[in-house]
């Protein structure tokens, strides 16, 4: 399974399978179960998750007690909360599984270490932030152009699949409204 | 004035001043006065800027017809629509000067060719994606989970250089609402 992550790294940089040889031990591949959590609000963020197959989501719990979901990951996404992970600071996050997923994890540390042992890898690292950086751009753009209606047809039109494989509660909790109000304008755009 | 360019790329990555030599060549130096675009809505955007001495901003105009700022960049901050700029598309953005500003730009393909003669600076701008997405991660979840006089507060607490430096009309329109909004919270916390 780690193939597909080899896939992924070489989609960016030249990285011969010998030398990834010595780049997987630098990972831990672990097994999460469906709403299970990687990481939890207030805990020290020391790891970054690549996931190799399921679905996670990053969320945190807004004043008013509701979870508001910010990211997803599906294979071949990174995540973690990167403020926290880069300066090792207690989140104000949760990630949490919303498959049974398989995960690669790293920590800090040895991600410092296998950039300066593998410095290849800096191509593939500086293409993965700078399309997470783009991506999240036009995230902002949308946030303040876009009504929640716009927003939730945005996503259908962009994301089709990623509509129908994440359930219909998280798709709600990620564009800050109610599943109830969804379903309203589900019915409405059906009807 | 470059040689501020060559401390920024110093404090990520190991580079020599023969080296700096070399690479300073792809890039032009520009002076721009306040208000002059830089980028206009429309155009392919080709080009990534690095900010030497002033102040930049990126906005779009909404479809209520008024300027909604996103971004703005100051000493040492790069700026451009990296969508638009990653896939050479146009832009729905502009950037403009807020101050007369000089700025280093740099064309799309002369940055890819600049990354592949000196791999050396994939460091660099490995950290310089990392931070920017960092900083668009936190500012997404304050856009989730603020309001307006909260995400003002938290402006004036974390950045209180920057609130004091650009004009409050841009602040304003950073924030998402309007002047005589601004100016009423101001009072507010004056009061």
């Given at each position: 399974?780690?193939?597909?992550?080899?896939?992924?790294i070489?989609?960016f940089?030249?990285?011969?399978?010998?030398?990834?040889?010595?780049?997987?031990?630098f990972?831990?591949?672990?097994?999460v179960?469906k709403?299970?959590?990687l990481?939890?609000?207030g805990?020290?963020?020391?790891?970054?998750?690549?996931?190799?197959e399921?679905?996670?989501?990053k969320?945190?719990?807004?004043?008013k007690?509701?979870?508001?979901?910010?990211?997803?990951?599906?294979?071949n996404?990174w995540?973690?909360?990167?403020?926290?992970?880069?300066?090792?600071?207690?989140t104000?996050?949760?990630i949490?599984?919303?498959?049974?997923s398989?995960v690669?994890?790293?920590?800090k540390?040895?991600?410092?270490?296998?950039l300066?042992e593998?410095p290849?890898?800096?191509?593939?690292?500086r293409?993965i932030?700078?399309?997470a950086f783009?991506?999240?751009q036009?995230?902002?753009k949308?946030?303040?152009?876009?009504?929640?209606?716009?927003?939730?047809?945005?996503?259908?039109?962009n994301?089709?699949?990623?509509?129908?494989?994440?359930?219909?509660y998280?798709?709600?909790?990620?564009l800050?409204?109610?599943?109830?109000?969804?379903?309203e304008i589900?019915?409405?755009?059906?009807?």
């Amino acid at each position: 399974m780690a193939q597909s992550f080899y896939s992924h790294i070489t989609k960016f940089t030249k990285l011969e399978e010998t030398e990834f040889e010595a780049v997987l031990p630098f990972f831990k591949t672990i097994k999460v179960r469906k709403k299970e959590n990687l990481l939890i609000e207030g805990q020290v963020c020391k790891t970054h998750f690549f996931v190799l197959e399921g679905c996670l989501r990053k969320f945190f719990i807004n004043n008013k007690g509701v979870e508001q979901t910010t990211e997803f990951a599906i294979e071949n996404w990174w995540l973690t909360d990167n403020i926290a992970y880069e300066r090792g600071l207690p989140t104000e996050f949760y990630i949490q599984a919303v498959e049974n997923s398989v995960v690669l994890v790293i920590d800090k540390q040895l991600q410092d270490k296998l950039l300066l042992e593998h410095p290849k890898l800096e191509r593939y690292f500086r293409f993965i932030y700078q399309r997470a950086f783009a991506a999240s751009q036009m995230r902002i753009k949308y946030l303040y152009d876009f009504s929640k209606e716009e927003a939730y047809f945005q996503l259908c039109k962009n994301q089709p699949e990623f509509v129908q494989r994440v359930p219909q509660y998280l798709i709600a909790s990620f564009l800050g409204f109610t599943p109830e109000y969804l379903s309203e304008i589900r019915n409405q755009k059906r009807s």
